[in-house]
């Protein structure tokens, strides 16, 4: 029988991991929120993820449960495993990417280079850390923030007064995350996939481009990278999705800073916007690699296809448009050639029409 695997939330990432499944020739099922979501190809069920009984009914016809987004509670995510249900990533590991307050002191137990950050659950706690780093912080809800939503640089505390009068009006109450306004000549992200039992492949390290809180372009791997941080940013990777024990895609979103260290920005433990080069780039695509992760298959090669890495050293580039848009490959410089576009295949080298692709 054929290996099943059920994505709980039916949006475009679900939707991605369609296409891989049918090749690897696994059955994919599709927990939806709502009727016509993007996975509506594969959904066979629509519920509510928040609702452990519509979840637990789900899951008994797969193998293994995985996600489409970080969204589904812990306790959910807890009533599954104490079914007997293989959850990846499992809850153990999908609530420092559901946390970012969990997130920041979880790394400094692993050691891992992130930017200085204290929990501030009221204004004077925030000035005070402002007081500390010249007068410049960004603040962030720790939990649900998406797209920039939820991220917010400040000089003063009452510019966050709003967030904690909301602190206030939860009756868990909590605190927000306050970090140091990182001074980066750029954000790259590193992916990487790792088995249950153990397996990891890293992607190159890529330049991501965000425009208004979104990423917009994508670059693999990313241009003129010392091989120093090259490695720092694939050591990061690896060293989290070992050290907090993840299982499928982990995205780790990195600040690459001016007087060039790496830090971590923030986690996402599923396919991520800034892999989607790897569909036509890499040997084997993140939707892939992530269905081969979670069922503990083995992983496939993650390095670039020679159509990508292109002319000799000049890497990719994606550029990403909303929602059900399209995306193409093509070569930047240096030199710069604008209009020259990258093809999949024997087509690379030859100039043709950009190739065109849905996706985030
Ligand atoms: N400490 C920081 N210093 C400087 N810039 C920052 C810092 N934290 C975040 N940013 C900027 O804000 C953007 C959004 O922050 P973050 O990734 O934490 O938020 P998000 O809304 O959860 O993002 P996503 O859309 O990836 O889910 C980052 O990509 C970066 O450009
Ligand atoms: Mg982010």
Redesign the pocket.
């Known amino acids: 029988m054929s290996l099943r695997v059920g994505v709980v939330g039916g949006g475009q990432l679900a939707r991605m991991m369609i296409a891989p499944a049918v090749e690897l020739g696994i059955e994919l099922s599709v927990l939806a929120e709502q009727e016509g979501m993007s996975a509506k190809l594969a959904a066979t069920a629509v519920g509510d993820y928040r609702d452990l009984d519509t979840v637990l009914a789900f899951a008994r016809d797969v193998d293994v449960v995985t996600f489409d987004h970080e969204h589904v509670p812990q306790e959910v995510l807890r009533g599954l495993v104490d079914a007997g249900i293989a959850v990846r990533p499992g809850p153990d590991a999908l609530q420092y990417a559901q946390d970012k307050l969990l997130m920041r002191a979880r790394l400094d137990e692993l050691g891992m280079p992130q930017p200085d950050w204290a929990a501030a659950s009221e204004p004077a706690q925030l000035q005070q850390f402002l007081d500390g780093h010249g007068g410049r912080a960004v603040v962030k809800t720790p939990r649900g923030?998406?797209?920039?939503k939820g991220?917010r640089v400040v000089r003063v505390a009452a510019e966050a007064e709003d967030w904690f009068a909301s602190l206030a009006e939860d009756a868990r109450g909590g605190a927000l995350l306050v970090e140091e306004l990182v001074d980066f000549r750029r954000e790259l992200s590193q992916q990487v996939a790792r088995r249950p039992s153990g397996q990891m492949r890293a992607y190159p390290v890529v330049e991501t481009v965000?425009r208004e809180?979104v990423?917009a372009e994508v670059f693999a791997p990313a241009p003129h990278l010392t091989a120093r941080l090259a490695n720092a940013a694939a050591e990061v990777g690896t060293g989290l999705a070992e050290g907090l024990g993840v299982t499928g895609m982990l995205a780790v979103?990195l600040f690459e800073t001016t007087d060039d260290r790496v830090l971590v920005?923030?986690l996402?433990m599923r396919p991520h916007n800034s892999g989607h080069w790897s569909q036509d780039g890499a040997v084997t695509g993140q939707f892939e690699q992530h269905l081969r992760a979670v069922l503990d298959l083995p992983l496939g090669d993650a390095t670039p296809r020679q159509a990508v890495g292109g002319h000799g050293e000049h890497p990719g580039r994606a550029v990403l448009r909303p929602h059900g848009r399209a995306v193409r490959a093509r070569v930047p410089g240096p030199p710069r050639r604008e209009g020259a576009h990258l093809r999949q295949g024997a087509a690379a080298r030859s100039q043709g029409r950009p190739r065109h692709r849905r996706g985030r």
């Open positions: 923030g998406y797209d920039g991220v965000q809180g990423c979103e920005n923030e996402a």
